[in-house]
């Protein structure tokens, strides 16, 4: 029996770490001036409840399914700026080195070292769960994927 994707993260204020950082990257993709710190502070509450109110969605500071499915934008190889460094944030989440030389650069540049990594972790993915494609393309599949933390250990 095929797999199916872990269900997309509940992210809140007072919440630190995986996937803050990336939630935070795509909040300043969608225009928000916020930190980048893993921290679910203030701040970063009061812009996605911004963003919840812009998108016409329950303004709760609660992010969930419907909030992350719109932050989420595809990202390919050539893309550049935030989105970018929020997958890039997700394969350092999952560098198992302890040392963030080894892993993925995060700078928000879609070359082919990042589609390489996606298309490794589509790979993986497919095995289990046959509708995700091998694309090197971050779309919705491997955004919720990716976010929700599956094959990080």
Avoid: C
Avoid at 3 to 12: A, E, I
Avoid at 97 to 115: C, H, I, M, Q
Avoid at 138 to 148: F, R
């Amino acid at each position: 029996m095929p797999g199916s994707l872990s269900p997309w993260p509940l992210v809140r204020k007072g919440d630190q770490d995986h996937p803050v950082r990336t939630l935070q990257d795509l909040l300043r993709q969608s225009g928000h001036a916020v930190t980048v710190d893993g921290n679910f502070g203030p701040l970063t509450d009061q812009a996605v409840r911004a963003f919840q109110q812009a998108k016409h969605l329950t303004v709760d500071g609660i992010v969930g399914p419907l909030t992350w499915a719109a932050l989420i934008v595809t990202v390919r190889r050539g893309s550049t700026g935030d989105a970018v460094r929020g997958v890039q944030e997700e394969f350092q989440f999952r560098n198992l080195s302890g040392d963030p030389s080894k892993g993925l650069a995060v700078d928000g540049n879609f070359g082919p070292n990042t589609e390489a990594a996606v298309r490794g972790f589509q790979q993986a993915l497919h095995a289990d769960i046959p509708s995700v494609v091998v694309d090197g393309v971050v779309g919705p599949m491997t955004w919720q994927a990716l976010v929700s933390g599956m094959l990080s250990f």
